[in-house]
């Protein structure tokens, strides 16, 4: 099974205040993704990426900015929080696209005030 | 469009016993990818089992199994002799192999396994 971890697990920030979210998979993974939970929205996806250098968009982008800088790390920027940005946010990976299965990360609790 | 739909917003069941879960998806894609996640109590999503749609055997991992219904564009989650840890939030996901890579998810079935 795949490894994928996190951190912080948890973060509290203002608003207005810049957070990094890293997310690193030990599996040789191509695919990794940024996915964010609330409740009454299910997991949505925010960007992924099927390499180092590599980004894609995802469902709900606006306010976000990711970079995979090699195959093992993505991170997830917030350069101007806002309280609508506070969830539940996980990493995912997989080996290669649609045809496989992703596997999370433990998720990082994330509260903007 | 895609989506994911679970109806059972929660289901309660005492202890070994067998409980089913239902979903249903729509897509309008003839080759896809169907995916049971379950999310404990600490926020952990965990990968449960898969069935691909070109496959017409139900998938079996342990003690759960699927019963996918292409017709219906249906895939219960069967959980046999079901444990307290089993206690969770199971997700019902989908994928279209034709598609962009994430992953579809329905709005999740709380499952209270009890003593």
């Known amino acids: 099974e795949a490894a994928v971890t996190q951190s912080p697990r948890n973060k509290v920030t203002v608003t207005g205040g810049n957070v990094t979210l890293s997310c690193r998979q030990t599996?040789?993974?191509?695919?990794m993704y940024w996915y964010r939970q609330d409740t009454g929205h299910g997991l949505r996806l925010i960007h992924y990426?099927?390499?180092?250098?590599?980004?894609q968009i995802g469902d709900v982008p606006d306010g976000y900015k990711a970079t995979r800088t090699t195959q093992e790390d993505f991170f997830l920027l917030l350069e101007l929080a806002s309280p609508s940005q506070t969830s539940l946010y996980f990493c995912?990976?997989?080996?290669?696209?649609?045809?496989?299965?992703?596997?999370f990360g433990p998720g990082t609790r994330l509260l903007v005030l | 469009a895609q989506k994911v739909t679970q109806t059972q917003t929660s289901i309660s069941v005492m202890e070994k016993t067998t409980v089913t879960m239902d979903c249903v998806y729509e897509?309008?894609?003839?080759?896809?990818?169907l995916f049971w996640y379950k999310q404990t109590a600490s926020g952990e999503i965990v990968f449960l089992i898969r069935?691909?749609?070109?496959?017409?055997e139900n998938a079996t991992v342990g003690h759960y199994s699927l019963n996918f219904q292409k017709p219906k564009s249906s895939i219960g989650l069967i959980i046999t002799a079901t444990q307290i840890e089993d206690s969770a939030v199971y997700f019902c996901?989908?994928?279209?192999?034709?598609?962009?890579?994430?992953?579809?998810f329905g709005e999740g079935t709380k499952l209270t396994v009890s003593s």
């Open positions: 995912a990976s997989s080996t290669r696209g649609n045809q496989d299965t992703q596997y």
């Open positions: 990426s099927y390499g180092a250098g590599n980004l």
């Open positions: 069935q691909d749609s070109y496959k017409k």
């Open positions: 996901a989908m994928r279209e192999e034709g598609g962009s890579a994430k992953l579809i």
């Open positions: 599996n040789s993974h191509n695919y």
């Open positions: 897509t309008q894609d003839s080759s896809y990818f």
